[in-house]
């Protein structure tokens, strides 16, 4: 009777650790979209306020726009090229900050020219 019950505990053990194991590692590498609202890296100014509030989704960033400012989490591009894209969704942006700072006049130049 123990050898039977061992036996199928033995059986068992490898199913439940590749359970468990695949739980955790979907657990670690499951990443949320970053939300703009908590932990902002972007803090953009418009020329133009937006209608109404927005939620964009550039790119895996989602972006909040409310009256004449926007805000979204860090991304992987240059900040010129995240300007750029916001820029063709919104309009005309006045000022783009990270936490670095500013972009310069040059950088604001080319993210408010529209691409051919």
């Keep these: 009777m123990i050898a039977t019950r061992n036996s199928a505990i ?3 053990l490898p199913a439940v650790l590749a359970l468990f194991g695949t739980a955790a590692t979907f657990a670690v590498t499951a990443t949320p979209v970053r939300a703009a609202d908590s932990n902002a890296y972007y803090s953009v100014t418009l020329a133009a306020p937006v209608a109404k509030p927005a939620k964009l989704m550039l790119g895996d960033v989602l972006w909040s726009c409310a ?3 926007c805000s979204a989490g860090a991304d992987t591009a240059r900040p010129v090229v995240v300007c750029t894209k916001l820029a063709a ?3 005309t942006i006045n000022k783009f900050a990270t936490p670095k700072g500013e972009l ?3 950088e604001m130049a080319r993210c408010n020219t529209p691409k051919a």
């Design 67 to 69: 009256g004449d400012t």
């Design 104 to 106: 310069a006049a040059e």
């Design 89 to 91: 969704k919104v309009g």
């Design 10 to 12: 033995r059986q068992l």
